[in-house]
């Protein structure tokens, strides 16, 4: 889904999306986001929610 709306949003090839199996590191009915930005400090947070709405908040994080 984030590839899709990273797409959408007219910014294909500006984001990669790496997956890994669960570190442990969530509360229960949650992800961890870990953003690299080019020209800003890294980002680490707590994502809950419907998988398109936490594609939402990553690109608008990401792309803001």
């Not at 992800?31 to 690299?36: D, E, H, T, Y």
Request: net charge neutral; proline share 3%.
């Amino acid at each position: 889904i984030l590839k899709e709306i990273i797409k959408e949003n007219g910014h294909k090839g500006e984001a990669k999306a790496v997956l890994t199996s669960c570190m442990d590191l969530c509360p229960k009915d949650a992800i961890a986001v870990g953003l690299s930005h080019t020209n800003s400090d890294n980002e680490f947070f707590i994502a809950r929610g419907k998988p398109k709405n936490i594609a939402d908040e990553i690109c608008q994080r990401m792309f803001s």
